[in-house]
């Protein structure tokens, strides 16, 4: 019994830009899946029924910006934390030391 492989939303949400841009068989080649694959899946099918409707998962490049900022600022406080940290853990390995700091 051949069991059906899952694709991703992402995935199939390019496979449907492509296939709309390109045409079927050149998604097909560009993806590496067989082009029954494309044709048999409802995904192309769908994304035209649901019109402007983006895909499943799909986020707006907005969005996408928003979380990379959020993301960028959230790496910037980790390391100025982790800088403190190391500092302090320098500062007490000193200290514990034999004739320092008193």
């Known amino acids: 019994m051949k069991t059906r492989k899952k694709y991703p939303v992402e995935f199939r ?3 449907v830009k492509l296939v709309l841009e390109q045409g ?6 560009r ?3 067989p082009k029954g694959t494309l044709a048999k899946a409802n995904w192309v099918l769908a994304a035209k029924a649901g019109g402007d409707k983006p895909a499943p998962g799909a986020r707006s490049v907005t969005e996408l910006e928003a979380e990379n900022a959020r993301l ?3 790496l910037a406080e980790a390391r100025l ?4 940290i190391k500092k302090a ?3 007490f390995a000193q200290a514990s ?3 320092t700091l008193g």
């Open 89 to 91: 853990a320098a500062y």
């Open 13 to 15: 949400a390019e496979a």
């Open 81 to 84: 934390d982790r800088d403190l």
């Open 97 to 99: 030391l034999p004739g």
């Open 72 to 74: 960028r600022k959230e």
């Open 24 to 29: 079927l068989k050149e998604a097909a080649q």
């Open 31 to 33: 993806l590496v899946i």
